[in-house]
């Protein structure tokens, strides 16, 4: 009687988290959204900082920026994953909103190659090491998500979603191999 009380309360709490992840196109497209903004506070966040004399704050701010844009896409990806398939109409909008974005998340990645100097200057250390952390994690977590796309993905869109994921992922290489050195 026992197993079976505790199997009851392990098929509710399983059967609770399946209707909790009920995702679908807008919970992914509000993900985006979502990414787009930080992107764009990132690549900001980077371009204002000066050359000389920069602020550990707003080096620690950047950081932060990064962090928001993995967890987005991590979860992003955990929501492509749950809704399944998408129609070619939705897919081809969800790679026109991430082709769009991709001169910002460039410009990033150029930028935060340009302020090395800057962040190495700080009076704390370990700033540029920080930052190698997150270039790796946001690669990984990009290429995570588009992964997760490229899987869910009609087969017309398969081959879009997988050039788009890898030169995301090789756009990040100069800039991890600037902060590895």
Known sequence: MVQFTCYLVVLSI??????????????????????????TAFDNAIVMFPPTNG???DALAIHADATSIINTLNTAASDVE???????????????TIETSLPTVLGSLLDIIDKKPAFEALPIWGIPALFLQDLQNLQNASVGFGNALTNTAPDTLVASLTDLTNNIAAAFEPAITAYSS
Not at 82 to 96: C, N, P, W, Y
């Open 82 to 96: 749950a809704a399944g398939e998408f129609s070619e109409e939705d897919d081809t909008v969800i790679l026109s």
């Open 55 to 57: 602020s550990v704050d």
């Open 14 to 39: 399983a059967a609770g988290g399946l209707a909790a992840c009920k995702c679908d196109v807008a919970a992914v497209e509000a993900d985006i959204d979502t990414l787009v903004r930080q992107v």
